[in-house]
């Protein structure tokens, strides 16, 4: 998977060397001398991932870094951070800084490039994800974006598996200050673990005494109940082959041992944000899904769903010359309710109308307000006289209590109309059928309200 790597560098000499290696790899290089061109580039979406150099005048990466894991814009990208510094302290100042991953020179080509892979990678869904979240603007929801950068990353959920219980312990110790940790030693049953309950990262030992830990992390990351989850692997120092195939394959992060157990938290908080992040965007993109076909008082499908799936619906039913009935229902008198108690009572009304309708309705059945105190209710694979004994439970189920407005101090009587229609041999769409059914209901509305009209019948 080809990238656009930023190169960030007040060094020329590392940036030709680094620009030349990424170049043969087949990714696209943009390169910077300072943080602040560095910050525009990655503003701008120039970036897929960035390689950060610490030691810069004026602002240093540790600074740029934090910068750009702060901005709503620019928290999704990747970053790592490229020095000579090889103090454990260097480390943790990068991670707490937001940094993905921390690289000293001179480095290892190998490990950069399975290190920007997987990073790439991973911001490829993200960015997939960012994409749908920015469209939540426009129907209202707080910005997704701010939202998710804030993210602490403490508290997390996190699955060890581990079969030395000595080394079990000692992580666990060092984990549980700021996260909530569980340790599994049995492989299989962490896998089914990790698919049940409600992680949000596993901790993998390569060194397992009897299961392959590469194929757990393949595992987590192969089905589709785990592969959301962040995998940490924890291998040993002469074991790069293995923890480098492990990136290839998936897994998020690695340490190797002797673990230092400040960079093991900064590590776990990283992958904590990072997932928190990732969810936030996808509650975002459900939420703007649901806003663009739900209604936001009732909870009903809104019209724009409703045509579009009746449509579908009356093709479906025209193909395999199957029944196809509809209901439209109209509250008796809602102008009386709204004048007399207020718009607030009005829309308790409507709400606990809406939901004595769909529980009088099937899982299959399309429930949908087409506007004001209408209801349409359609009802797949149900012919004519099916339908009116659906409505006439409608109509009883309305009538049979008294509804409760201004939160419960008073008591109103309630009733619908509701006309029926099913669709026919002659009909060219839905429309005819709509027409029918809405026929019906001034007919039910002319006769006294609080009753069904069946099209045909009428």
């Known amino acids: 998977m080809s990238a656009r790597v930023l190169v960030v560098d007040d060094v020329a000499t590392n940036v030709k060397l680094l620009e030349a290696k990424l170049s043969a790899e087949y990714f696209d290089v943009v390169t910077a001398t300072n943080g602040i061109d560095a910050l525009a580039i990655c503003e701008r979406g120039e970036a897929d991932i960035v390689l950060l150099d610490v030691m810069m005048p004026v602002m240093n990466g540790f600074e740029v870094c934090r910068r750009l894991k702060t901005g709503p814009t620019t928290a999704h990208i990747p970053v790592v951070m490229v020095t000579a510094l090889d103090q454990p302290s260097d480390r943790l100042k990068g991670l707490d800084a937001g940094a993905d991953d921390f690289l000293t020179k001179p480095l290892d080509d190998t490990a950069l490039f399975a290190r920007v ?17 920015l469209a939540s603007r426009r129907l209202g929801i707080a910005d997704p974006l701010a939202a998710a950068a804030a993210e602490t990353g403490l508290n997390g959920r996190i699955l060890l598996i581990e079969d030395r219980p000595l080394i079990a312990e000692r992580l666990t ?42 194929r757990l992390c393949s595992q987590l990351r192969s089905l589709e109940s785990t592969r959301n989850l962040s995998v940490l692997m924890l291998g040993e120092a002469d074991d790069r082959r293995r923890v480098l195939r492990g990136l290839e394959i998936g897994a998020h992060d690695f340490l190797v041992r002797p673990i230092d157990r ?17 969810e936030r965007l996808r ?58 108690w207020g718009h607030d009572a009005g829309d308790e009304v409507l709400r606990e109308f809406s939901d004595r309708v769909r529980a009088c309705t099937r899982g299959i059945d399309l429930v949908a307000r087409m506007g004001g105190e209408e209801i349409v209710v359609v009802l797949p694979d149900t012919a004519l006289e099916a339908a009116r004994a659906v409505a006439e439970r409608i109509r009883e189920r309305v009538e049979g209590e008294l509804f409760q407005i201004q ?52």
Do not use: C, W
């Open 283 to 340: 509650d975002s993109v459900q939420s703007s899904m649901e806003m663009a076909v739900m209604d936001q008082l009732t909870g009903l499908y809104n019209r724009r769903y409703l045509d579009g799936r009746l449509a579908v619906l009356f093709d479906e039913s025209a193909l395999r010359a199957r029944s196809l009935s509809l209901l439209i229902l109209d509250v008796d008198h809602f102008k009386v309710v709204n004048d007399s």
């Open 173 to 214: 110790q060092a984990l549980s200050t700021f996260h909530s940790i569980e340790v599994e030693s049995d492989a299989p049953t962490a896998l089914a673990r990790a698919a049940e309950g409600d992680f949000e990262i596993v901790l993998v030992s390569l060194d397992l005494q009897s299961y392959d830990g590469l």
């Open 262 to 278: 400040n960079e093991l938290l900064a590590r776990a908080r990283t992958l904590v944000r990072r997932k928190r992040f990732a």
């Open 407 to 458: 939160d419960g101090a008073r008591s109103i009587a309630v009733t619908v109309s509701i006309g029926v229609a099913s669709r026919r041999a002659g009909d060219s769409g839905p429309a005819e059928m709509m027409k029918r059914a809405d026929e019906a209901v001034y007919l039910a509305k002319a006769g006294g309200r609080n009753r069904v009209i069946v099209a045909n019948a009428a």
């Open 117 to 133: 892979r997987s990073l790439v990678r991973l911001k490829a869904v993200t960015d997939e994800l960012r994409q749908r979240a």
